[in-house]
C-alpha cells in the first residue's frame, strides 16, 4: 500500500493527480441530471396532461409509453435508445438528402435519460395534480380564467407540495442513473473514475472517491429539497 | 427484422436467463434477511448500532450501484490476492468470478433500500397487537417472529413487490464485470451477428415476462389476506 501522502497527491486536482478530472467528471454528471431532469419534467407534464386530458389513442399511446419504460431495465433502454436514437436520426437525416451527423454524447445522454425519467415523472405529476381539491380547480373556471392561466396560477402552484417528495427522488434517482452513461462511452463521474482507476491501478482509492462525491451530490440536494418543500409548503397546516 | 440467430444462440440464452435470475434470488433473498437486521438496528438498538444502521443505509443508497459494484470488483477484487492463504484456498474459485462481486454488492444494495421499507413497515404495526402479545407472556423474540415482523411484511408487501423489480432491472449491470448474464449474452450476440435491435428485443420481453411474474406472485401472496376497506 502506498503512503498517505501519494494518495493525496493521485487525488490532487492538477495533473499529475486526477482529482481534476474525477471533479470535472462529477461536473457532467451534475449538467447530464439537469438537463435530463428538465427534460423528463417537460414530457411528464404534458404527460401527465394528456393522461388526465386525453382521447383515447393519446391514452394508449402514454399508457404504451409509461408502462414500457418503467418495465424495462434502466441499462438496455438507456443503450437501445442512445443507439436506435442516433441512428434512427441519421436515416431520416439521409432519407431528406441531409449529410448524416455525428450526435454529440452529452445530448445524446440528455436526451435518453430525459426520455426515461419522463415516464416516471408523467406518473408523479399525474397523481400530484389528481390530489388536488377539484373545487379550486372548478372555483378557478367559474372566475373565468383560461385553461393556461388556471394551470400557471392555481393548479401548479397546489400540485407542488403534493409532488415534491416524488420529485425529490426522481432527481436522486437520475443522479445515479447518469452513472449507466459511463457503459455507451460519455465521459462523466462513473467512466472518469474507472479511467483514473485504469490508470493508476488503485482501484479502491479512485471508486472511493467517486462514491464520496456522489453522496455529497445526494446529501447537498437533500438539503436543497428541503428547503423546497418547506417553501412550497407555506401557509399549510403542519401535520403532527 | 432477423430472428434465425436465436437457433445457435438458444442454449446461451438460457444459461443467461438463469445467472439473472439467480442474481436476483441471491440478492434479494440475503438482502431481506440483512434488511430485517438493519431495520431493528435502527428501530430498537443501541445509539452506536443505530447511527451505524442509518449511515450504511445513507450512504448506498446516495451512490450508484454501477460504483459499488465496481468498488467492490476492481477494488477489493484487486486487494483479495493480498490476503494471505486465499489464494489456495477453497474459496478462491468463487471469489475469483465477476458473479460473487455482483451478487454482493445487489444484496448489499438491495438491504439498504429494503431496510427503509422495513423500519417504515415496523413502525406502521398497531401498537395494540403488540401490547396484546405482550399481556400474552411473548418473550421479544417471539413476540417479534410471530407479530410485529409478519405484520410488517405484509404492510410494507406492496413497496417490496416494486423494490424486487427494481432490483430485476438492476440486474444487467453485472455484465459490466464480466457476469454472462441475460443483458451479456444480447451483447455478445450483437457482437457476433452485428445486430443492434433483436437480440435487445428478445431480451427486453424476457425482462418484461418476469417482471408480470413477479408482481402477478405478490398479488397472490397479498390476497390471501382479505383486507376491508
Same mark, same amino acid.
Given at each position: 500500500?502506498?503512503?498517505?501522502?501519494?494518495?493525496?497527491?493521485?487525488?490532487?486536482?492538477?495533473?499529475?493527480?486526477? +482529482? $481534476?478530472?474525477?471533479?470535472?467528471?462529477?461536473?457532467?454528471?451534475?449538467?447530464?441530471?439537469? $438537463?435530463?431532469?428538465?427534460?423528463?419534467?417537460?414530457?411528464?407534464?404534458?404527460?401527465?396532461?394528456?393522461?388526465?386530458?386525453?382521447?383515447?389513442?393519446?391514452?394508449?399511446?402514454?399508457?404504451?409509453?409509461?408502462?414500457?419504460?418503467?418495465?424495462?431495465?434502466?441499462?438496455?433502454?438507456?443503450?437501445?435508445?442512445?443507439?436506435?436514437?442516433?441512428?434512427?436520426?441519421?436515416?431520416?437525416?439521409?432519407?431528406?438528402?441531409?449529410?448524416?451527423?455525428?450526435?454529440?454524447?452529452?445530448?445524446?445522454?440528455?436526451?435518453?435519460?430525459?426520455?426515461?425519467?419522463?415516464?416516471?415523472?408523467?406518473?408523479?405529476?399525474?397523481?400530484?395534480?389528481?390530489?388536488?381539491?377539484?373545487?379550486?380547480?372548478?372555483?378557478?373556471?367559474?372566475?373565468?380564467?383560461?385553461?393556461?392561466?388556471?394551470? *400557471?396560477?392555481?393548479?401548479?402552484?397546489?400540485?407542488?407540495?403534493?409532488?415534491?417528495? +416524488?420529485?425529490?427522488?426522481?432527481?436522486?434517482?437520475?443522479?445515479?442513473?447518469?452513472?449507466?452513461?459511463?457503459?455507451?462511452?460519455?465521459?462523466?463521474?462513473?467512466?472518469?473514475?474507472?479511467?483514473?482507476?485504469?490508470?493508476?491501478?488503485?482501484?479502491?482509492?479512485?471508486?472511493?472517491?467517486?462514491?464520496?462525491?456522489?453522496?455529497?451530490?445526494?446529501?447537498?440536494?437533500?438539503?436543497?429539497? $428541503?428547503?423546497?418543500?418547506?417553501?412550497?409548503?407555506?401557509?399549510?397546516?403542519?401535520?403532527? | 427484422?432477423?430472428?434465425?440467430?436465436?437457433?445457435?444462440?438458444?442454449?446461451?440464452?438460457?444459461? $443467461?436467463?438463469?445467472?439473472?435470475?439467480?442474481?436476483?434470488?441471491?440478492?434479494?433473498?440475503?438482502?431481506?434477511?440483512?434488511?430485517?437486521?438493519?431495520?431493528?438496528?435502527?428501530?430498537?438498538?443501541?445509539?452506536?448500532?443505530?447511527?451505524?444502521?442509518?449511515?450504511?443505509?445513507?450512504?448506498?443508497?446516495?451512490?450508484?450501484?454501477?460504483?459499488?459494484?465496481?468498488?467492490?470488483?476492481?477494488?477489493?477484487?484487486?486487494?483479495?490476492?493480498?490476503?494471505?492463504?486465499?489464494?489456495?484456498?477453497?474459496?478462491?474459485?468463487?471469489?475469483?468470478?465477476?458473479?460473487?462481486?455482483?451478487?454482493?454488492?445487489?444484496?448489499?444494495?438491495?438491504?439498504?433500500?429494503?431496510?427503509?421499507?422495513? *423500519?417504515?413497515?415496523?413502525?406502521?404495526?398497531?401498537?395494540?397487537?403488540?401490547?396484546?402479545?405482550?399481556?400474552?407472556?411473548?418473550?421479544?423474540?417471539?413476540?417479534?417472529?410471530?407479530?410485529?415482523?409478519?405484520?410488517?411484511?405484509?404492510?410494507?408487501?406492496?413497496?417490496?413487490?416494486?423494490?424486487?423489480?427494481?432490483?430485476?432491472?438492476?440486474?444487467?449491470?453485472?455484465?459490466?464485470?464480466?457476469?454472462?448474464?441475460?443483458?451479456?449474452?444480447?451483447?455478445?450476440?450483437?457482437?457476433?451477428?452485428?445486430?443492434?435491435?433483436?437480440?435487445?428485443?428478445?431480451?427486453?420481453?424476457?425482462?418484461?415476462?418476469?417482471?408480470?411474474?413477479?408482481?402477478?406472485?405478490?398479488?397472490?401472496?397479498?390476497?390471501?389476506?382479505?383486507?376491508?376497506?
Amino acid at each position: 500500500m502506498s503512503s498517505t501522502q501519494s494518495m493525496l497527491e493521485l487525488l490532487s486536482p492538477y495533473p499529475p493527480g486526477w +482529482g $481534476g478530472v474525477l471533479l470535472s467528471g462529477a461536473f457532467s454528471t451534475v449538467m447530464i441530471s439537469l $438537463g435530463a431532469y428538465l427534460v423528463g419534467m417537460l414530457i411528464g407534464l404534458l404527460g401527465a396532461i394528456g393522461k388526465l386530458k386525453g382521447n383515447r389513442p393519446v391514452l394508449f399511446v402514454l399508457d404504451v409509453y409509461t408502462t414500457a419504460v418503467r418495465a424495462i431495465p434502466e441499462l438496455i433502454l438507456i443503450i437501445g435508445l442512445y443507439y436506435a436514437g442516433t441512428d434512427g436520426l441519421n436515416r431520416i437525416l439521409l432519407t431528406l438528402g441531409l449529410p448524416a451527423i455525428e450526435i454529440n454524447g452529452f445530448v445524446a445522454a440528455i436526451a435518453v435519460l430525459g426520455i426515461v425519467q419522463g415516464a416516471y415523472m408523467t406518473e408523479v405529476l399525474r397523481g400530484a395534480i389528481l390530489a388536488i381539491p377539484v373545487g379550486q380547480i372548478e372555483a378557478a373556471s367559474a372566475f373565468g380564467m383560461r385553461p393556461f392561466l388556471r394551470f *400557471r396560477r392555481i393548479v401548479l402552484p397546489a400540485l407542488m407540495p403534493n409532488a415534491l417528495p +416524488g420529485l425529490a427522488n426522481l432527481w436522486m434517482s437520475v443522479t445515479k442513473d447518469s452513472a449507466l452513461i459511463a457503459v455507451v462511452g460519455y465521459q462523466e463521474l462513473a467512466l472518469a473514475t474507472r479511467l483514473a482507476a485504469g490508470n493508476t491501478k488503485h482501484y479502491f482509492l479512485f471508486f472511493l472517491a467517486a462514491a464520496a462525491l456522489y453522496l455529497v451530490i445526494t446529501l447537498l440536494s437533500n438539503v436543497v429539497f $428541503g428547503l423546497l418543500e418547506s417553501r412550497f409548503r407555506r401557509g399549510q397546516p403542519k401535520t403532527v | 427484422m432477423n430472428f434465425s440467430w436465436i437457433f445457435s444462440y438458444w442454449p446461451l440464452l438460457a444459461a $443467461g436467463a438463469v445467472q439473472t435470475v439467480l442474481l436476483l434470488v441471491i440478492s434479494v433473498g440475503f438482502g431481506f434477511l440483512l434488511a430485517i437486521g438493519l431495520a431493528l438496528a435502527q428501530i430498537i438498538g443501541p445509539r452506536w448500532l443505530r447511527w451505524l444502521a442509518r449511515g450504511y443505509c445513507t450512504c448506498l443508497r446516495g451512490t450508484p450501484l454501477l460504483i459499488q459494484l465496481w468498488l467492490l470488483y476492481y477494488g477489493v477484487g484487486s486487494l483479495l490476492p493480498l490476503v494471505p492463504g486465499l489464494r489456495g484456498s477453497f474459496l478462491w474459485p468463487i471469489v475469483r468470478e465477476g458473479f460473487f462481486f455482483a451478487a454482493v454488492s445487489f444484496t448489499l444494495n438491495y438491504a439498504a433500500y429494503e431496510a427503509e421499507v422495513l *423500519r417504515g413497515a415496523l413502525l406502521a404495526v398497531p401498537k395494540g397487537e403488540l401490547e396484546a402479545g405482550r399481556s400474552f407472556g411473548m418473550s421479544s423474540w417471539t413476540l417479534l417472529r410471530r407479530i410485529w415482523l409478519p405484520r410488517a411484511i405484509r404492510i410494507a408487501l406492496p413497496t417490496i413487490a416494486g423494490e424486487v423489480v427494481l432490483q430485476l432491472k438492476a440486474t444487467p449491470l453485472a455484465f459490466t464485470v464480466t457476469v454472462m448474464d441475460l443483458y451479456a449474452v444480447a451483447y455478445k450476440v450483437r457482437q457476433d451477428t452485428l445486430l443492434v435491435y433483436e437480440p435487445l428485443m428478445v431480451v427486453t420481453v424476457f425482462y418484461v415476462f418476469l417482471t408480470l411474474l413477479i408482481t402477478r406472485a405478490f398479488k397472490l401472496v397479498e390476497a390471501q389476506v382479505p383486507v376491508r376497506r
